[in-house]
């Protein structure tokens, strides 16, 4: 949840987020809140819906810390993607899935349904299988 504080005069465009003590821009943790609801009527589990943000707030966090524009500002740039690459890279978070989560939830439609696990055994046995035990041999 985003609980954001100011920061001093001359950073008014950072906010703290969450219990994180690095900054993201403003734009951004207003943006990645509003991916949590976008998410959940998707359909998307809890976990999936923490999972998501949390890596995009690190995104937030990182680009910061290296003194580059925001997510907000450059959402569907290409600059974003790469710096997206390398903050992968250099941190071991893939960051593809949440960001296409985040574009997709600005675009007209939202994000589109997210399928809910598989089930292991979705058609039932075959009926010959407990014919046996209907004949009286089980």
């Given amino acids: 949840m985003l609980n954001a504080s100011a920061r001093p005069p001359g950073h008014a465009n950072l906010v703290f987020t969450d219990r994180s003590l690095d900054p993201v821009y403003s734009e951004d943790a207003l943006l990645i809140e509003g991916l949590r609801p976008a998410l959940i009527k998707a359909g998307a589990s809890e976990r999936t819906v ?26 569907y740039d290409k600059s974003l993607d790469k710096d997206a690459q390398e903050f992968g890279k250099q941190e071991g978070q893939a960051v593809a899935t ?20 598989v089930e292991l055994n979705p058609y039932p046995a075959p009926s010959y299988l407990d014919a046996p035990c209907r004949q009286g041999f089980c």
């Fill in 50 to 75: 923490r999972r998501n943000v949390l890596c995009l707030l690190r995104l937030g966090h990182w680009l910061v810390k290296n003194v580059k524009p925001g997510i907000a500002a450059r959402l």
């Fill in 98 to 117: 949440p960001l296409d989560h985040l574009r997709a939830s600005q675009s007209p439609g939202g994000i589109a349904p997210i399928a809910s696990r």
